[in-house]
């Protein structure tokens, strides 16, 4: 019997598409190009995510789980000969505990959903980025995402509280608990968390909640110098008293690409300092939160540290200062843009742009370079912008100039975005070799026959 | 060449102590009997650990790591045959980054050094437990500690971000990084963190700083009903906007034994409500946090949660209200405690207390029973007082009664203590048979020979 027909016996004949359905959906939200594989399923319960695995692992097939395919290193391409099991179908909010003060979810429920549903109970799902409407909660654990507040909250790994999981022979491992404190043995959530659908297919997760900040604090701000940066983010952290919420730098070069036609966004602050730091508290006490956001921002301008900051005087003000940091596509304007994430110690930071900004003129000719992120936990976006035709014979090189650098000092080649097919030529940067060894062994202990996502994040040995 | 002289070859004569001189040692901090084993290596750098290992991996040996001896759950106990290996000689903290807000350490560093050597920095090491002058680093990794302040920062796994392993086989895994977003492949440490040192040494670690805080308030608060004490729980998380840093449940009984001679503390009020709660912020800003302490609790006592509640006013308030909550030792008075350490919704908190309450008596007849704990993780912590010859043959009994009823609501076994010896029968009330067979997997992977800290946990399959 083929695979689609065996597949649509198990879980039925409309959740389960043939080679040419597939075939017409996109291959990723912001790609050109289609799905490629032998069906597509589509379960609705973890019991049929089981028996869709039983399957493959009976018959050998190699399966590629899907969540909202906003991934940006090729972590859930597929080939013609996969079993796609998309989780769109598994979307079901279950439960949202106010007292305990945590939520049961589908591993298909999207992002934003979660971060709305919890609202009118006073809490926050904390877990915020771009692709807040399309990605998936099981993506997200998949991954370990990661976004704007991690300096406050921790990733992705940090909010799992509970996790369900189906391994590649099809049984089902429930960890759904809602407890903080567990060292009841190993913590095996933390096994699947971040191994990007390799080692297991996460369907339901118990997720932790906070309760919802009551006062919003933030503030554009220009530095003269990359040292003024650093002492600004102790500076802040040690007044805001654990309140700070985001940190994020903006190069210059950036800055003005989001604050100048064609993007929307106008400059809050002039634009000529070389560094601009976005930042946030959250708290609970809009009147005395809002004095001491402001007295914090007084003593870094009286010790030097700040040239110029506007701070945000309404909602709407807020909005427009997350609106630059956000407005990452103004990067596509006038070229193809390769896009790094990576991440190294703050005291490397200036010398490492200042190094590779001076090194690409060599290695690559012509380009733009941009750099942001999320400074305030060591990771720092980067986009270089070469001419569409170019950027396939570019991009290698450019990886060069970006990756090699970062093992002097043990930086990451993914602080968020994972590693899937782009960034696994350059895991051993980050990783040793014992190290990969073992994910090996664990990969070979948990999934023998090679079948979950396979080919991602390293080679079999 | 037997054990000693062997391992006096690899790590010098006075770096290994044979059966006799070990056996003049305790077998723990608080125990009244001695160590049992065939060597003790001493060892003070990790190539020394990775060469024992090595031979004891050539040889067969079992070898078991010891670091403070804190443990209350049998989890580094030895056997007559057995190397230990203590880590009391790697003691050294090798850096403290201010910039970067890390620490190196290696892993024989008792926890109170760390956070006294960070202090002068303005820095602080959050994890805090009663332990902190002899527990190790190296064990609070290897046991996942947890603490007063979990509802803060979480627990060790939390503040861990690089570390050093020796597996079994003597091969050094070095992930000293110090950053806190690295998506490049799986996260190895969190394998390690909490296994209880039955699949790699620990031998250096990087541990992430915090800002000191520079306010501290406290209350010490009385509460007519535990559904009060639950909504005191979200109400001053809501209000005090991230700053919460402590909340410490303690029953009226406990409360008593801990305010009445012949302990030493007394009471800041009355001793009649049902239920008592510790309560403490840590902020940046002494005025303005502590208005907003006084506001949050005057809400709560305008909205009925509050019957009573004593302001610290001082540093010296401060450390009587945490006096009282660390006078533990109090349960030894009059009989032997059976101490337990267990971790459950806050829904199901007070029926099972008075549940258990209501079974004790038909089951081990005459005790007194203590609750108290850290209340805002859900971890709560039982003293079971029976008369000392009848301990040992009312532990089983005693077991049952404080274990089976969990299962109910998937609490744990052990929110933050371990498994160990002493729990391994009732680790199938956390953990289902399916989640033990991959830790029995990934045990088989990582130390196929079972040589280290052999049958803690689990038994092998």
Redesign the interface.
């Known amino acids: 019997m083929d695979t689609v027909t065996a597949l649509r016996e198990l879980i039925g004949e409309k959740a389960v598409l043939d080679a040419a359905e597939l075939a017409e959906r996109p291959a990723g939200i912001w790609r050109p190009d289609k799905l490629r594989g032998e069906a597509l399923a589509l379960p609705r319960t973890t019991a049929e995510v089981a028996s869709v695995l039983r399957w493959c692992h009976a018959h050998g097939a190699r399966v590629v789980t899907q969540g909202g395919l906003t991934g940006l290193v090729h972590g859930a391409d597929t080939e013609p000969g996969d079993v796609i099991l998309s989780l769109e179908r598994m979307r079901e909010i279950e439960v949202i ?5 945590c939520a049961t979810a589908q591993a298909g429920v999207p992002l934003q959903a979660l971060q709305e549903a919890v609202e009118p109970h ?1 809490l926050m799902f904390p877990l915020d980025l771009g692709a807040r409407g399309s990605a998936t909660l099981g993506g997200n654990a998949a ?2 995402a ?1 976004g704007n507040r ?3 909250y ?2 992705m ?2 909010m799992v509280l509970g996790l369900e999981v189906v ?1 590649p022979d099809g ?18 959530k ?2 699947f ?3 990007e659908g390799t080692l297991g297919v996460i369907t339901r997760l118990v997720l932790r909640l906070w ?5 919003h604090n933030m503030a554009l701000a220009g530095l003269e110098s990359f040292d003024a940066v ?1 002492a600004l983010l ?1 500076h802040m ?7 700070l919420s985001a940190f994020e730098g903006l190069w210059r070069d950036f800055y003005r690409l989001v604050t100048t036609a064609p993007a929307q966004g106008r400059p809050p602050i002039a634009g000529d300092y070389p560094y601009y730091v976005l930042l946030e508290s ?4 809009p009147e ?2 809002a ?2 956001f402001e ?1 914090a921002l007084e003593s870094a301008f009286e010790a030097g540290l700040l040239a110029d900051a506007a701070i945000a005087r309404s909602e709407s003000d807020c909005a427009d200062f997350w609106a630059l940091r956000d407005d990452v596509e103004q990067v596509f304007n006038g070229g193809f843009p390769l896009v790094f994430d990576i ?5 490397e930071m200036e010398g490492y742009v200042d190094g590779l900004a001076a090194a690409l003129p060599a290695a690559i000719g012509e380009h733009k370079l941009w750099v942001w992120g ?1 400074l305030g ?3 720092l976006h980067l986009a270089i912008q070469v001419p569409v035709e170019a950027a396939e014979r570019l991009r290698p090189l450019a990886e060069e100039q970006v990756y090699a650098p970062l093992a002097a000092f ?10 899937g097919l782009e ?1 696994k030529p350059w ?1 051993p940067v ?3 070799a ?3 060894a ?2 090996r ?2 990969k ?3 999934d023998p026959q090679g079948l979950l996502n396979p080919g991602k ?2 080679d079999p040995a």
Chains 1, 2 share one sequence.
């Open positions: 505990d106010p007292r305990q003060r006073g991954t370990n990661g991690v300096i406050r921790g990733m790994r940090n391994l049984i089902v491992l429930s960890d759904m608990n809602c407890l903080i404190k567990n060292n009841a043995g190993y913590d095996l933390h096994l968390i971040g191994s309760e919802a900040p009551l006062s650093a102790k952290d040690a007044n805001l008293g654990g309140t959250q708290g609970a006490d005395l939160d004095q001491r007295r991440s190294l110690p703050i005291a999320h936990d060591g990771n043990r930086g990451s080649v993914s602080a968020e975005h994972g590693i960034k895991l980050s990783r040793a014992g190290e990969i073992l994910m062994s664990l070979q202990t948990l994040i390293f």
